[in-house]
């Protein structure tokens, strides 16, 4: 039996993005929110692998506002 198309796509992205966060040659690059302020943090997360051409892991992080400080709401991970 087959996997529906969704399923499958999953599959495939949660395969390509720890073969590139596990491979020896990745790259990590941060980028963050309010750089250089007290509200600074981690707006995305990228790992690029040589050896995982033309594949691309992010972890995206969503943050609210909540009494002057930010909480942390949800981490979405995309291989594209």
Same mark, same amino acid.
């Given at each position: 039996? *087959?996997?529906?198309?969704?399923?499958?796509?999953?599959?495939?992205?949660?395969?390509?993005?720890?073969?590139?966060?596990?491979?020896?040659?990745? #790259?990590? &690059?941060? *980028?963050?929110?309010?750089?250089?302020? *007290?509200?600074?943090? #981690?707006?995305?997360?990228?790992?690029?692998?040589?050896? #995982?051409?033309? +594949?691309? *892991?992010? +972890? &995206?992080?969503a943050y609210t506002?909540?009494?002057? +400080?930010?909480?942390?709401?949800?981490?979405?991970?995309? #291989?594209?």
């Amino acid at each position: 039996m *087959a996997l529906p198309t969704t399923i499958l796509d999953t599959l495939l992205e949660g395969g390509f993005f720890d073969q590139i966060t596990h491979a020896p040659d990745c #790259v990590t &690059t941060f *980028a963050y929110s309010d750089f250089g302020t *007290a509200d600074q943090r #981690v707006s995305s997360i990228t790992y690029t692998a040589a050896s #995982v051409a033309g +594949k691309t *892991a992010t +972890k &995206t992080f969503a943050y609210t506002l909540t009494g002057g +400080k930010y909480r942390l709401d949800s981490i979405t991970r995309a #291989v594209t």
